[in-house]
């Protein structure tokens, strides 16, 4: 049984801070991560994917993945409230995705 | 025009009741996937398809069943609906890739009472 962990928070930050969500998983053989973004009550929406070690940055956001320890993060630079959601990570092994629950975080003014 | 849609958007229904929850897209991809979301349960997987021929059973199929009419359409049914089953389903469709992306629908909320 593939697990996907997340801590569900709330992660509670400032307005400007940096925001860091994290996630591990069980399956050594997963080739591909994701970081999906879910508003209260509406679907899930693809913020990043990263395939291989390191760091991958797309804007505010940083994904990072440590395959050795079996670890990917999501770092979110100057949070804005706007950011205030619950962010699910995403894991493949060959053909369907497993989801953790999902960290809830709140951006404060 | 979105590209996932999903009807209804919210239904409500009765213990013992079949219903059908369509998925429609327009994106030309040959995947397509039914989810359920609990709230503090994430998104779990029910069915899966690759492509009209091919079906497969998710995590948590027990209860559901399938169609896959066309490349485009994937239509998932309670055969006996009971409360348990009240939650909040999703559509999605992902690019013929093991690292393909999945695109989500705008889910469909089922209230069983």
């Known amino acids: 049984q593939k697990e996907v962990e997340q801590n569900s928070g709330p992660l509670s930050v400032p307005e400007g801070a940096i925001a860091s969500l994290n996630c591990t998983y069980s399956d050594r053989g997963s080739q591909s991560f994701f970081w999906y973004r879910q508003y209260s009550g509406k679907s899930p929406e693809l913020i990043m994917s990263i395939y291989s070690n390191g760091d991958k940055e797309d804007g505010r956001f940083t994904a990072q993945l440590n395959k050795a320890s079996q670890y990917v993060s999501l770092l979110i630079r100057d949070s804005q409230p706007s950011d205030s959601a619950t962010y699910l990570c995403?894991?493949?092994?060959?053909?369907?995705?497993?989801f953790g629950k999902g960290t809830m975080l709140l951006v404060s003014p | 025009d979105a590209d996932v849609t999903q009807t209804p958007r919210n239904r409500i229904t009765k213990t013992g009741k079949r219903i059908m929850l369509e998925c429609s897209q327009t994106k030309g991809h040959d995947r397509m996937y039914w989810y359920r979301q609990d709230p503090g349960l994430g998104l779990q997987l029910i069915y899966y398809s690759f492509d009209v021929k091919d079906i497969n059973k998710g995590e948590i199929s027990d209860g559901y069943s399938v169609s896959r009419q066309a490349q485009a359409k994937f239509s998932l049914s309670l055969e006996s609906a009971i409360p348990n089953q009240t939650a909040l389903y999703f559509c999605?469709?992902?690019?013929?890739?093991?690292?393909?992306?999945?695109?989500f629908g705008p889910g469909t909320r089922l209230l069983v009472l």
């Open positions: 995403a894991v493949t092994g060959y053909s369907t995705l497993t």
């Open positions: 999605a469709t992902s690019e013929d890739s093991p690292f393909g992306t999945q695109y």
